[in-house]
C-alpha cells in the first residue's frame, strides 16, 4: 500500500520529470529501461480493450499494432527498435500539448 501511495503522490505533485518516469514505468513492463514494441502493444491493446465499443470510429484487431508502429516511428530516434526514457522525455517535452496533458495531474487527488 505505500507503494501505491507514493506513487499516487508523485503522479499528483510530482514534477514533469517524476510524472514522465512514472508513465515509462508502466510501459516498461520488464523494468529494463527501455520500452519494446512488444511491451508497448501490451499496454496499447489493454486501453483498447478498456474503450471498447466506444472507440469511434471503431477499430479492428489492427489498430493496436498500428497505432505502436506509429509511435515508433516518431519516438525511436536511432531506430534500434526500443525507447530510451531519453527519447520518451525528448518527445513528451516537444510538444506544448503532451506537456500539458501530464500536469492535468497537479490538481488531482
Known amino acids: 500500500m505505500p507503494q501505491f501511495l507514493n506513487m499516487l503522490s508523485s503522479l499528483s505533485r510530482g514534477s514533469l520529470l517524476e510524472k514522465l518516469r512514472w508513465i515509462f514505468g508502466l510501459y516498461d513492463i520488464n523494468g529494463d529501461g527501455f520500452i519494446s514494441k512488444s511491451?508497448?502493444?501490451v499496454i496499447v491493446s489493454a486501453i483498447y480493450d478498456m474503450l471498447g465499443d466506444y472507440v469511434i470510429p471503431f477499430v479492428d484487431s489492427v489498430a493496436p499494432k498500428e497505432h505502436v508502429d506509429r509511435l515508433f516511428h516518431l519516438i525511436d530516434v536511432d531506430k534500434d527498435g526500443v525507447i530510451s526514457f531519453e527519447e520518451f522525455t525528448e518527445w513528451c517535452q516537444k510538444d506544448e500539448?503532451?506537456?500539458q496533458a501530464l500536469l492535468m495531474f497537479d490538481t488531482i487527488f
Open 39 to 41: 511491451e508497448m502493444l
Open 97 to 99: 500539448e503532451r506537456a
